[in-house]
Protein backbone atom coordinates (compact mmCIF):
# COMPACT_ATOMS: atom_id res chain seq x y z
CA UNK A 1 0.00 0.00 0.00
CA UNK A 2 1.33 3.00 -0.74
CA UNK A 3 0.16 6.95 -0.50
CA UNK A 4 -0.03 10.18 -2.76
CA UNK A 5 0.21 13.49 -2.78
CA UNK A 6 -1.59 14.51 -5.87
CA UNK A 7 -5.33 13.15 -5.63
CA UNK A 8 -6.13 10.50 -8.30
CA UNK A 9 -9.40 10.93 -8.74
CA UNK A 10 -9.32 14.91 -9.19
CA UNK A 11 -5.42 15.86 -9.82
CA UNK A 12 -5.68 18.34 -6.14
CA UNK A 13 -2.42 18.38 -4.06
CA UNK A 14 -3.53 16.28 -0.73
CA UNK A 15 -1.98 15.65 2.35
CA UNK A 16 -3.93 13.03 5.00
CA UNK A 17 -5.84 10.16 4.19
CA UNK A 18 -8.44 11.93 2.08
CA UNK A 19 -8.70 14.37 -0.93
CA UNK A 20 -10.36 17.67 1.17
CA UNK A 21 -11.77 18.32 -2.34
CA UNK A 22 -13.38 15.23 -3.56
CA UNK A 23 -12.88 12.74 -0.48
CA UNK A 24 -10.36 10.22 -2.48
CA UNK A 25 -8.46 8.24 -0.14
CA UNK A 26 -4.99 8.88 -0.65
CA UNK A 27 -3.85 5.76 -0.31
CA UNK A 28 -3.83 3.27 -2.78
CA UNK A 29 -3.51 -0.81 -2.90
CA UNK A 30 -3.32 -3.28 -5.89
CA UNK A 31 -6.35 -5.07 -6.36
CA UNK A 32 -6.31 -8.79 -4.91
CA UNK A 33 -8.79 -11.04 -4.87
CA UNK A 34 -8.33 -11.36 -1.29
CA UNK A 35 -8.95 -7.70 -1.10
CA UNK A 36 -11.75 -7.64 -3.44
CA UNK A 37 -14.20 -9.96 -1.40
CA UNK A 38 -12.91 -8.85 1.94
CA UNK A 39 -13.33 -5.26 1.36
CA UNK A 40 -14.73 -4.15 -1.99
CA UNK A 41 -17.88 -6.83 -1.36
CA UNK A 42 -18.56 -7.87 2.37
CA UNK A 43 -17.40 -4.45 2.96
CA UNK A 44 -19.48 -2.30 1.47
CA UNK A 45 -22.22 -4.83 1.69
CA UNK A 46 -21.76 -4.46 5.56
CA UNK A 47 -22.11 -0.44 4.92
CA UNK A 48 -25.39 -0.72 2.69
CA UNK A 49 -27.26 -2.87 4.90
CA UNK A 50 -25.90 -1.11 7.99
CA UNK A 51 -26.81 2.48 6.55
CA UNK A 52 -30.72 1.03 5.34
CA UNK A 53 -31.00 -0.23 9.21
CA UNK A 54 -29.95 2.87 10.69
CA UNK A 55 -32.41 5.04 8.18
CA UNK A 56 -35.02 2.20 8.60
CA UNK A 57 -34.87 2.88 12.84
CA UNK A 58 -34.57 6.67 12.85
CA UNK A 59 -37.76 7.04 10.28
CA UNK A 60 -39.69 4.63 12.33
CA UNK A 61 -38.65 6.17 16.12
CA UNK A 62 -37.74 9.81 15.51
CA UNK A 63 -38.75 10.06 12.12
CA UNK A 64 -38.83 13.96 12.26
CA UNK A 65 -36.04 14.72 14.63
CA UNK A 66 -34.58 12.70 11.55
CA UNK A 67 -35.59 14.58 8.65
CA UNK A 68 -34.36 17.81 10.64
CA UNK A 69 -30.99 16.04 11.28
CA UNK A 70 -30.85 15.28 7.72
CA UNK A 71 -31.49 19.02 6.49
CA UNK A 72 -29.08 20.30 9.21
CA UNK A 73 -26.11 18.42 7.42
CA UNK A 74 -26.03 15.09 9.76
CA UNK A 75 -26.44 12.88 6.36
CA UNK A 76 -23.32 10.34 6.35
CA UNK A 77 -24.58 7.42 8.08
CA UNK A 78 -28.53 7.50 6.41
CA UNK A 79 -29.23 5.52 3.39
CA UNK A 80 -30.93 7.43 0.45
CA UNK A 81 -34.53 7.63 1.98
CA UNK A 82 -35.77 8.15 -1.79
CA UNK A 83 -33.91 4.94 -3.38
CA UNK A 84 -35.32 3.13 0.09
CA UNK A 85 -38.83 3.88 -0.86
CA UNK A 86 -38.61 2.74 -4.27
CA UNK A 87 -36.70 -0.62 -2.87
CA UNK A 88 -40.13 -0.97 -0.76
CA UNK A 89 -42.37 -0.18 -3.22
CA UNK A 90 -40.79 -3.44 -5.43
CA UNK A 91 -40.82 -5.35 -2.19
CA UNK A 92 -44.42 -4.56 -1.11
CA UNK A 93 -45.57 -5.14 -5.10
CA UNK A 94 -43.84 -8.64 -4.96
CA UNK A 95 -45.65 -9.39 -1.61
CA UNK A 96 -48.76 -8.78 -3.10
CA UNK A 97 -48.09 -10.99 -6.14
CA UNK A 98 -47.05 -13.70 -4.27
CA UNK A 99 -50.23 -13.45 -1.77
CA UNK A 100 -52.39 -13.12 -4.59
CA UNK A 101 -50.21 -16.75 -6.11
CA UNK A 102 -50.88 -18.14 -2.55
CA UNK A 103 -54.51 -17.50 -2.40
CA UNK A 104 -55.13 -18.71 -5.76
CA UNK A 105 -53.86 -22.16 -4.24
CA UNK A 106 -55.18 -22.44 -1.40
CA UNK A 107 -58.54 -20.75 -1.69
CA UNK A 108 -59.26 -20.93 -5.39
CA UNK A 109 -60.31 -18.18 -7.58
CA UNK A 110 -62.11 -15.31 -5.47
CA UNK A 111 -62.91 -13.29 -8.68
CA UNK A 112 -66.21 -13.06 -10.65
CA UNK A 113 -65.61 -14.86 -14.08
CA UNK A 114 -67.09 -11.97 -16.18
CA UNK A 115 -64.78 -9.28 -16.11
CA UNK A 116 -65.66 -5.23 -16.26
CA UNK A 117 -63.65 -3.56 -19.00
CA UNK A 118 -62.96 -0.64 -16.95
CA UNK A 119 -61.85 -2.59 -13.87
CA UNK A 120 -59.55 -4.22 -16.26
CA UNK A 121 -58.03 -0.93 -17.29
CA UNK A 122 -57.76 0.45 -14.01
CA UNK A 123 -56.14 -2.65 -12.71
CA UNK A 124 -53.79 -2.90 -15.55
CA UNK A 125 -53.09 0.87 -15.02
CA UNK A 126 -52.43 0.21 -11.40
CA UNK A 127 -49.88 -2.37 -12.32
CA UNK A 128 -47.71 -0.68 -15.17
CA UNK A 129 -47.72 2.22 -13.09
CA UNK A 130 -47.51 1.63 -9.54
CA UNK A 131 -44.16 2.72 -7.98
CA UNK A 132 -44.65 6.43 -9.55
CA UNK A 133 -48.47 6.33 -8.12
CA UNK A 134 -46.97 5.25 -4.94
CA UNK A 135 -44.32 7.32 -5.12
CA UNK A 136 -46.17 10.65 -5.44
CA UNK A 137 -47.65 10.24 -1.90
CA UNK A 138 -44.32 11.88 -1.10
CA UNK A 139 -44.48 15.65 -3.38
CA UNK A 140 -48.56 15.40 -1.78
CA UNK A 141 -47.26 14.88 1.67
CA UNK A 142 -44.23 17.62 0.75
CA UNK A 143 -46.59 20.39 -1.03
CA UNK A 144 -49.28 20.15 2.10
CA UNK A 145 -46.67 20.85 4.57
CA UNK A 146 -44.76 23.66 2.72
CA UNK A 147 -48.41 25.53 2.71
CA UNK A 148 -49.22 24.54 6.50
CA UNK A 149 -46.28 25.09 8.23
CA UNK A 150 -44.96 28.14 7.05
CA UNK A 151 -42.98 29.37 10.56
CA UNK A 152 -39.94 27.18 10.51
CA UNK A 153 -38.74 28.76 7.43
CA UNK A 154 -38.40 25.37 5.43
CA UNK A 155 -37.82 25.38 1.39
CA UNK A 156 -39.74 23.01 -0.48
CA UNK A 157 -36.82 20.72 -1.36
CA UNK A 158 -36.57 20.51 2.83
CA UNK A 159 -40.08 19.53 3.09
CA UNK A 160 -39.92 17.08 0.57
CA UNK A 161 -36.97 15.51 2.80
CA UNK A 162 -39.38 15.60 5.96
CA UNK A 163 -42.31 14.04 3.64
CA UNK A 164 -39.38 11.36 1.88
CA UNK A 165 -38.95 10.19 5.40
CA UNK A 166 -42.32 10.01 6.92
CA UNK A 167 -43.30 8.21 4.19
CA UNK A 168 -40.45 5.78 4.58
CA UNK A 169 -41.63 4.90 8.16
CA UNK A 170 -45.24 4.44 6.59
CA UNK A 171 -44.24 1.95 4.01
CA UNK A 172 -41.59 0.02 6.72
CA UNK A 173 -45.18 -0.76 8.52
CA UNK A 174 -46.92 -1.33 5.64
CA UNK A 175 -44.04 -3.87 4.47
CA UNK A 176 -44.06 -5.53 7.42
CA UNK A 177 -48.07 -6.13 7.11
CA UNK A 178 -46.97 -7.60 4.20
CA UNK A 179 -44.52 -9.95 5.26
CA UNK A 180 -47.28 -10.57 8.28
CA UNK A 181 -50.08 -11.46 5.88
CA UNK A 182 -48.25 -14.31 4.82
CA UNK A 183 -49.32 -16.19 8.24
CA UNK A 184 -52.99 -16.11 6.85
CA UNK A 185 -51.82 -19.39 4.78
CA UNK A 186 -50.23 -20.99 7.73
CA UNK A 187 -52.68 -23.52 9.66
CA UNK A 188 -51.64 -21.96 13.95
CA UNK A 189 -51.11 -18.88 13.38
CA UNK A 190 -53.41 -17.33 10.84
CA UNK A 191 -55.23 -14.95 13.38
CA UNK A 192 -52.11 -13.28 14.10
CA UNK A 193 -52.24 -11.38 10.16
CA UNK A 194 -55.57 -10.02 10.87
CA UNK A 195 -55.14 -8.54 14.49
CA UNK A 196 -51.40 -7.16 12.61
CA UNK A 197 -53.70 -5.60 10.26
CA UNK A 198 -55.50 -4.17 12.69
CA UNK A 199 -52.80 -2.19 14.76
CA UNK A 200 -51.33 -1.02 10.76
CA UNK A 201 -54.33 0.70 10.07
CA UNK A 202 -54.27 2.75 13.31
CA UNK A 203 -50.10 3.22 12.60
CA UNK A 204 -50.24 4.11 9.35
CA UNK A 205 -53.02 6.97 9.88
CA UNK A 206 -51.41 8.42 13.17
CA UNK A 207 -48.00 8.14 12.09
CA UNK A 208 -47.79 11.29 9.73
CA UNK A 209 -49.24 13.41 12.87
CA UNK A 210 -46.34 11.64 15.15
CA UNK A 211 -43.62 12.37 12.26
CA UNK A 212 -44.58 16.00 11.67
CA UNK A 213 -45.54 17.00 15.24
CA UNK A 214 -41.72 15.55 16.22
CA UNK A 215 -40.49 18.04 13.34
CA UNK A 216 -43.04 21.63 14.18
CA UNK A 217 -43.70 21.06 18.04
CA UNK A 218 -41.54 24.04 19.06
CA UNK A 219 -43.69 26.51 16.33
CA UNK A 220 -46.67 25.85 17.24
CA UNK A 221 -49.14 25.02 20.02
CA UNK A 222 -50.85 21.86 20.12
CA UNK A 223 -54.08 23.46 19.30
CA UNK A 224 -52.55 25.01 16.29
CA UNK A 225 -50.65 22.03 15.57
CA UNK A 226 -53.73 19.94 15.60
CA UNK A 227 -55.51 22.27 13.17
CA UNK A 228 -52.88 22.31 10.98
CA UNK A 229 -52.33 18.16 10.69
CA UNK A 230 -56.39 18.55 10.09
CA UNK A 231 -56.51 19.98 6.79
CA UNK A 232 -53.19 18.66 6.16
CA UNK A 233 -55.34 15.24 6.17
CA UNK A 234 -58.27 16.52 4.97
CA UNK A 235 -56.05 17.62 1.71
CA UNK A 236 -54.60 14.05 1.55
CA UNK A 237 -58.13 12.98 0.91
CA UNK A 238 -59.25 15.57 -1.25
CA UNK A 239 -56.37 15.15 -3.44
CA UNK A 240 -56.53 11.45 -3.50
CA UNK A 241 -59.94 11.61 -4.69
CA UNK A 242 -59.28 13.84 -7.21
CA UNK A 243 -56.05 11.37 -8.52
CA UNK A 244 -58.02 8.76 -8.84
CA UNK A 245 -60.80 10.23 -10.73
CA UNK A 246 -58.45 11.59 -13.20
CA UNK A 247 -57.04 8.29 -13.52
CA UNK A 248 -60.48 6.92 -13.58
CA UNK A 249 -61.54 9.29 -16.51
CA UNK A 250 -58.11 8.03 -18.15
CA UNK A 251 -58.73 4.81 -18.23
CA UNK A 252 -62.54 5.18 -18.76
CA UNK A 253 -62.39 7.76 -21.80
CA UNK A 254 -63.99 9.91 -19.42
CA UNK A 255 -67.05 8.04 -19.31
CA UNK A 256 -68.23 8.33 -15.66
CA UNK A 257 -71.37 6.30 -16.37
CA UNK A 258 -72.93 3.13 -15.43
CA UNK A 259 -69.93 0.39 -15.66
CA UNK A 260 -70.30 -1.90 -18.82
CA UNK A 261 -69.26 -5.55 -18.41
CA UNK A 262 -67.85 -7.35 -21.36
CA UNK A 263 -70.94 -10.31 -22.52
Not at 25 to 39: L, Q
Not at 239 to 252: A, K, P, T
Amino acid sequence: MSQTSTCLNCNNQVSGNFCNNCGQKTDIHRITFKHFIAHDVLHGLFHVEKGMLFTAKESLTRPGKAALDYIEGKRIRYYNVFYFILLLIGLNLFLSNYYDKLSGIYIGQTFAEESNVTGKKFEHFFTDYAKILIFSFVPLFAVNSFLLFRKRRLNFSEHFIIAGITFLGILLIITADSIVSLLDFTKYFDSVSGYFSFFTSFAVLFFPIFSYYQTFKDYYKKMYFSMRMLVFTLLIIFELVVFMLLIYGYVSDWNFGPLSYRA
